[in-house]
């Protein structure tokens, strides 16, 4: 590539748009708590218990996506009613699992107009935090979808392309009520054919990871994936099997088995 010349030979601009995520079943509550609060799952579950206690949400042992008609109502009148017409976008949502039971709800609050901020003087910090997620899960969930503007582009140097890509928000969406990590990276406006300056090559390389030890989150996900247990049995399952000390925490605070357990799982392999 030396004294080579960079080029711009392709400009691709088009409208990008995302989704909000599904309502919360148990066990992406816990995942999710786990990912922004570092939550141990039976810690999730003990405040979800609590909210539902208050009558603020609904059963939080559930791993059904359904909604309510009465639910997706109110929905539609308090997001039209607080951010207008355009931010509303009427949604229903199917679950994978074969097993999942479609007589309950996904885990939403009661009434979403009784918004967190009416509610931060009578919960403590953490039921406000997880009645909060709750709610602009749900909320978000009947929203418009988020719109960016993307940018491509493929610049040509020798035999070789390098591709630019770029974004902007055109439209927040239901992200004005679910925040999430989205990078927004604005390109200068550009020309086909136009000669570029070559200010820094970056060479990297990249090795395949082995694949890292599971945390509450994905160890949930995993039990999820193949079907171990029920949404009332996840917390259990992990908290038992650090009680018996078959697992511990890492400095990560990721699992790793314990010599007891690796002794365990080899004899109940074997037999």
């Known amino acids: 590539l030396k004294g080579t010349e960079y080029k711009i030979q392709n400009i691709e601009k088009k409208e990008v748009k995302r989704n909000p995520l599904p309502p919360f079943t148990t066990s992406t509550l816990q995942q999710e708590a786990w990912q922004r609060f570092r939550w141990a799952s039976k810690s999730t579950m003990r405040i979800a218990q609590q909210l539902y206690e208050k009558g603020l949400t609904s059963y939080h042992r559930t791993d059904s996506l359904n909604l309510s008609k009465i639910a997706l109502g109110a929905a539609k009148k308090f997001i039209t009613k607080n951010y207008g017409e355009n931010y509303y976008q009427f949604r229903t949502f199917k679950t994978k699992s074969k097993s999942a039971q479609e007589a309950h709800e996904a885990i939403r609050p009661t009434y979403p107009d009784n918004t967190p901020d009416k509610n931060s003087g009578k919960l403590e910090e953490n039921q406000l935090k997880l009645y909060d997620l709750i709610w602009r899960r749900f909320v978000a969930c009947q929203m418009a979808q988020a719109i960016f503007d993307s940018t491509l582009v493929d610049i040509k140097a020798n035999n070789y392309t390098f591709r630019a890509t770029g974004q902007i928000l055109k439209f927040d969406g239901f992200l004005k009520i679910y925040p999430m990590k989205f990078k927004e990276e604005e390109l200068p406006s550009l020309k086909i054919n136009e000669i570029l300056e070559l200010t820094k090559l970056l060479t990297s390389q990249h ?58 799982n080899d004899l109940l392999v074997k037999h």
């Open 207 to 264: 090795f395949t990871q082995p694949p890292p030890r599971y945390n509450e989150a994905t160890l949930i996900k995993a039990l999820e994936e193949k079907s171990i247990g029920r949404p009332s049995t996840y917390a259990f399952i992990l908290s038992t099997v650090q009680e018996r000390n078959y697992i511990e925490k890492d400095d990560q605070k990721r699992f790793k088995p314990t010599e007891i357990g690796v002794v365990v």
